[in-house]
């Protein structure tokens, strides 16, 4: 999605717009600019591509005398992602300049309306229209704020915008609805972003915007106003824990690889303070006021929803409670049936998914209870959630979702746990086995994740030239299979299907041939006979397979790929890294982007 950064303070604008765009570049984009008030006039720098082209521009004199300005990374939603397209947009007169991230969803209409009134637009962007708007807004009240507000009191959709003017040099404006924007509050200077990333080498001190809330600020105060009525909005200042070092890639090549590596660290944060060893009670105080439900409903997006599906077979086994699983845009835009003593439970990362932040929002007006898993604090699912776990997973910059589905699992797990125990129904057994073998599962993975690394990289030179790819896998290893495939796919761009095993004969096998390998998990489970025959029926007809598997499995495959073995469930956690390293090296070997793929964003937030 699109990145914003706005600064106002003491140092020279342009320099720190541009680091706070490199490093807001994670979330996707296709064109960048920034704009700035100097000597009473507007200064417009953009350029289609990455930032080194909007770098090459910035030659005049004057940009590094501003000490205030406003940035912007685009991913194209309407209009090519070319020049003309790029923000900041100005209004004809150039006295204001705007950057937005969201859809205006009738801009249309009001464009229509502005072109009535005599507006000239450049761009195909619905951005341009809300800055228009607000210029008109301008002669109507005579004030920014005023202005801000009447303008946004007509537009429908989604939106985070940053603005300044060029009559009130120092200041800018901002708002949101539906889309992050973030407040950052320094010595001597503030500013506005889409990520805390963005800020966080100049500040710790946060404060989060809510919908429909608009922001005021200048170097030295800042001020939150309610759209609409611009009542005051009494705000307060969070300290945000993550040190710059943890937002860098920290000497791994890619980002997706240093999360990858990350997981045995983001096991132990999850697990930190989670367990009574002595009673064996799993703690979960953000649900303690949460009744135990008769049925769960998980609704969420990509790799997330997979671990909602992974999330079925835990809380079905352990505590007995039925699960449905949804995509978010599907459950979306259908009826709502409503069932007493349902919890709703939503699964995102970046917290800001617009089809789960849709989905939840529907669920609130029908009055249901929804717990929110999330990555990011202070993410509107996070707030918007009556009851929210927070992930502990630390910033996840890369596109591919790695150490988030990790700790998401983790965290699942203990849920199971913490319903099972209060429905009397946790065997003290189970409790031991699951918590001695979480304990020692982060060292052993510390221990064999290069040595998995070097084995993924040794059958991608074997694999990447294939057209396309099955990822099989039976009962909690299903979603784990089409999470394999979704990860090979969004970053190598090589197709793959994730599959149960059981399903092959009922059509897929058809597509069985040497160029269409298979990659199966098949460990030493009560399903292993299963998976063993349907490899049979893949050699049968050619298919090349890589077994992921366990010591002595006894498998005769083309490649066979061992990991470590433990308890039961949480062998997920040696399958899950090797399906992303697999996709790792296959992209790296095929030199994709890896952490920024063509066409993905990291944080869906348009629909
Ligand atoms: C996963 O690798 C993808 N980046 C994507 O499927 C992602 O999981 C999905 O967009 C959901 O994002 P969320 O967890 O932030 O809601």
Same mark, same amino acid.
């Given at each position: ?94 006295? &204001? ?117 608009? =922001? ?82 998980? &609704? ?193 761009? &090589? ?25 199966? &998990? ?65 992209? =790296? ?19």
């Amino acid at each position: 999605m699109c990145g914003i950064i706005a600064y106002t303070g003491h140092r020279p604008a342009v320099p720190v717009l541009i680091e706070g765009l490199k490093s807001l570049e994670y979330r996707g984009y296709d064109s960048a600019g920034l704009a700035f008030v100097h000597m009473n006039r507007l200064h417009l720098f953009r350029a289609s591509g990455k930032l080194e082209a909007l770098e090459a521009k910035l030659d005049s004199g004057h940009v590094l005398h501003a000490t205030s300005g406003i940035g912007h990374t685009r991913w194209a939603t309407h209009g090519l992602p070319n020049e003309v397209n790029a923000h900041p947009h100005l209004d004809i007169n150039a006295h &204001i300049a705007l950057v937005h991230n969201g859809i205006i969803e009738n801009f249309q209409e009001l464009k229509t309306m502005l072109v009535d009134c005599g507006c000239i637009f450049r761009s195909e962007t619905d951005t341009e229209v809300l800055v228009c708007l607000v210029s008109q807004g301008v002669k109507k009240t005579g004030s920014v704020r005023e202005a801000i507000s009447w303008a946004l009191n007509l537009v429908e959709g989604s939106y985070a915008f940053a603005l300044i003017s060029r009559d009130h040099p120092g200041t800018i404006w901002a708002a949101r609805h539906a889309s992050p924007l973030i407040l950052g509050h320094g010595t001597g200077e503030n500013f506005v972003a889409s990520d805390i990333p963005a800020f966080l080498p100049f500040t710790r001190e946060v404060i989060f915007l809510e919908d429909n809330e608009l =922001v005021e600020m200048n170097s030295e105060k800042w001020a939150v106003f309610e759209v609409g009525t611009l009542k005051p909005v009494s705000k307060s200042i969070q300290t945000v824990s993550w040190d710059v070092q943890a937002a860098r890639k920290g000497g791994y090549k890619h980002f997706m690889l240093k999360e990858i590596f990350e997981q045995p660290q983001v096991i132990r944060n999850c697990l930190a303070g989670r367990i009574e060893r002595r009673t064996g009670n799993v703690l979960l105080p953000e649900v303690a006021n949460l009744s135990v439900p008769k049925r769960l409903h998980i &609704i969420a997006c990509g790799t997330s929803y997979h671990a909602g599906l992974w999330t079925k077979y835990l809380m079905e086994s352990f505590a007995r409670i039925p699960v449905d699983v949804e995509i978010a845009s599907e459950f979306r835009y259908k009826p709502l049936v409503p069932e007493k003593d349902k919890v709703y439970l939503t699964i995102s990362q970046s917290g800001e998914t617009a089809d789960t932040l849709a989905a939840l929002s529907l669920i609130k007006e029908q009055g249901f209870p929804v717990l929110g898993l999330c990555n990011v604090a202070g993410s509107s699912i996070a707030r918007e959630s009556d009851h929210v776990i927070l992930t502990q997973a630390g910033p996840e910059i890369s596109v591919a979702s790695t150490k988030a589905m990790c700790s998401q699992l983790v965290l699942t797990f203990l849920l199971s746990l913490y319903w099972a125990r209060h429905k009397n129904l946790l065997d003290p057994q189970i409790v031991d086995r699951a918590v001695n073998s979480f304990d020692a599962l982060p060292d052993i993975l510390d221990q064999k994740l290069p040595a998995m690394s070097e084995t993924a990289a040794s059958l991608c030179r074997i694999y990447s030239s294939a057209r396309s790819f099955f990822f099989l896998g039976r009962g909690l290893y299903y979603p784990l299979a089409l999470e394999g495939a979704l990860k090979l796919k969004e970053i190598s761009y &090589i197709h793959a299907e994730g599959y149960a095993a059981g399903e092959l004969k009922h059509g897929p096998i058809a597509l069985i041939d040497p160029d269409f390998p298979t990659l199966a &998990i098949a460990l030493a489970d009560p399903l292993f006979r299963k998976i063993k025959s349907n490899l049979k029926e893949i050699q049968a007809r050619k298919g090349r397979i890589i077994a992921l598997t366990q010591e002595g499995s006894g498998l005769t495959v083309d490649n066979e790929w061992v990991i470590p073995q433990t308890w039961g469930p949480l062998n997920t956690f040696f399958v899950l890294p090797a399906l992303q390293l697999f996709a790792y090296e296959t992209a =790296v070997y095929l030199g994709k982007d890896v952490d920024q793929p063509r066409n993905l964003a990291k944080s869906v937030t348009v629909e």
